[in-house]
């Protein structure tokens, strides 16, 4: 069987996910191809003139004579790679198109109302070149390409300055009247065009960027697909704040599922703050500059580079830039203690928040070059922390505080069945009952979309909702919402999937709502919506069972009620537990038989299978775990023959990884974890903001379960919860790497970062600056939500600088030992990294962990019994970079299925761990 199904992967293009891809866009877009357009535009670059090739101590750079614009960017180490779109340059050659080294501005003089707009891209001109001196490489007076009529006299400058390469304008105010600068804007162009590429060509050329939008400390990281090598780091050069960061939906270059699009950095935006912005809330104050008659300003960028994304902060450091670093995070509940590190020379001056009060700052500590500070979150929402320093830089960091993890889940399990619960007997489609889409800016449910899939309960944007009911139970089940849920599991999923004995029939369909009008009675479908699309599909396209992404969910669905039913007592009253262990697996086997195609792919939630095999080998059911090895080692073994093996429906994806990880981490597949451990690391940054803090990029899912349908950086789509499984799995083999759990941790809370006070969880958060709000729309957010319910864990550390620190709980030190009360929702996970062990419960949950750092023995304390959970059963698992010391319980304790079994009282249980 493994060799049968690993030679009919192998036969499958490797390439042929891109072909799918376009074609899915031109499905959305009937329009003439946009990529040829756009080459027949005329060339007013002016690249038919040359190239002037400039050499600095970290950099090469290439700029078109005309203009003095960028060319290319290598870095010395490697000349063979350009972080820039060089080589789409005889593409994007004409007006409009963006070039590192453009300059966009909004100015009006005193007396007007009416902002004028500027831009040495809108209508290009050969440049007016200025002979450099000193320090300079290449400098020109760019008014030829701007206008006649602007009121400034603008100099750009490419300079070599202590070694580093900086991009200076210098702004001169020529007319007599006083001048505001009301926006400005530095295009951040680098090489995010996917167009055409193979997943191999896309790690080996393409970039990703990611912003700190930090005021004088934000910053750029620009990092390679693959995650190797070195990373690019864009950082002021003076007093140029990173204000804003705006999407150039102007330029041309067409943006879809192959391109994310451009971006700026902005000095000041009060321009767009007054109109396309207006009413919606800023990461920062937006600003703007009064320059005087015969008054000048200089704004820079400077480029340097980090020897890898992980030392991005490092880099910062050693160019005397503030590094901030949060603990947990910038997600941060009402209930956990946060702390603050800062490392700057500089004192710190003040701590302002805004809104006042919503977050509280004690500092704790402090030495050379670095101040601690306890961080209380007091006030649900978003709060802008803003830092002044001694020499006047300004910084500032964006939290959100959320509630206590157990009152969101609450929340959310709440919201979820009741106002998500469709319960129509009359339903013509069988969705009765569900936990059905949801339209929060309406307040209603969503029973009809032009794309099936989101009101059919299907794919990821349908079945988003249902999948977060499910797996909340996971972390903390209801029995009056299971009741629900099992009605669900066992009319409605049930009832909708095609199955008979054993999973060779066994199917999943793409959507149970479909549009076919001739066969449904009159007054069936809102004429208001335009069905005359191709994501309305009919009845037949909708019963199609081969898009693998579905069963994930599926399997998911009867794994949680397997586990509720074996390890709790009354939760689960319609079928056994070897019922739901057994539709799990056949899911799991029916995904690879009846979806080959796309199961060559990982998938979303993948982890699922691993989770479902372990179980199915604590059980004894070797035969079906033996049939699902082997299935899964086929998959594992054709991506070990890949260089990248992320492919997906999409040209390039950040889904795939987390179940390509897994199964290369099971097998031992260590080269293949490790490359893509890379690439998560590439696209899934830490920076002092919660919105990108942990957020693996996503960027077009809006256009398939998003109210606002477009192709948008989105903020903690599901791909961040996801992601974070790799990520803080690889931590836990290397507990020393802080860095892997920042990030993992980010991710993991970024997932219920966007959940609204009343339950409510969006498809993800808008990052363009005219909206900054959640999307209104469920899609699926629930595919997040499953990373966060098989992940949400707490951690105790110890770092060399930072010391003795806490991921999920709070911290205490008394007579020796570290104690964590933990504040997960589920507590039900702990890590302690110092004795490199994995303590996890499948039923019970931890009320208090306490590590004795002299004697290394471990004292853990059980929440008292309840009506469904008599017992504890408790997992050890040792792990870290080496063998350490093993652990065991005291006492005498039975086992079953691999963990311990704790019986527990009315009151806290007590357990204590030896070294053996």
Known sequence: MRDSLKNRLLTIAKNSVMISALLLVAKVSDAQN??????????????????????????????VKQSQTVAALYPTSDLSFDFTPGDRLDLRKGDGLYQLGDLNLRLRTSGQRAWQEFSTAKHRKAVETLKPTGNILAAANLTNTLSANIPLKINRYWEQIDGKLVLRFELHNTSDKIVEIGALGIPMIFNNILQKRTLDEAHAKNVFFDPYIGKDAGYLQVARLSGKGEALVVIPYGKTPFEAYRPLLDDPTPRGITFEGFYEWMVCSKAYAEKEWKGIEQWNEPTSV???????????????????????????????????????????PKDVAGKLFIKYPKKVLSIAVLPKGALSFKQIKKKANLEVYEVSANTWGKARVTIRYADGVEQTIHYKVINPETQIMDSIGHFLTTKQWFNQPNDPFGRNPSVISYDYQEQKQVTQDSRAWVAGLSDEGGAGSWLEAIMKQLVQPNKAELAKLQEFVQQTLWGNIQHSEGSQKYGV????????????????????????VWSAWNKKGADDVGRSYNYPHVTAAHWVLYRLARYHQGLIVDKNWQWYLENA??????????????????????TIFLLVLKDLKAEGMQQEAQALELTMKARADHWRTLNYPFGSEMPWDSTGQEEVYMWSDYFGYDDKAAVTLSAILAYMPTVPHWAYNGNARRYWDFLYGGKIARVERQIHHYGSALNAIPVLKEYRKHPNDLYLLRVGYGGLMGSIANVTKDGFGPSAFHSYPSTLANDALSGDYGSGFFGYAINTSSYIIKDNTFGWLSFGGNLTEKKGSIILTPTTAAKSKVFIAPAQLWLTLDAGRFSEVSYNINTKTIQLKLASKDEFTPKAFLRLEQGGESEGAMYSLKGQYQQERGAYIVPLGQEQTSVELGIL
Do not use: C
């Open 34 to 63: 946009p990529w040829d357009a756009l080459s027949k535009r005329p060339a007013t670059l002016g690249i038919e003139g040359g190239m002037q090739k400039h050499r600095t101590k970290t950099f090469e750079l290439a700029l």
């Open 509 to 532: 369909k793409k959507s149970v709502f479909y549009y076919e009008p001739d066969s449904m009675p009159p007054g069936t479908y809102d004429p208001t919506i335009n069905y005359k």
């Open 290 to 332: 009064l320059l005087k008659p015969n008054e000048s300003i200089n704004y820079g960028l400077q480029f340097v580079l980090a020897e890898n994304v992980k030392q991005v902060e490092k880099s910062l450091e050693m160019n005397l830039r503030p590094v901030t670093i949060g603990v947990p995070g910038y997600v941060l």
């Open 585 to 606: 697996f056949n899911t799991s086997m029916a995904m690879v038989k009846q979806a080959p195609y796309y199961a060559q792919f990982g998938q979303m939630e993948g």
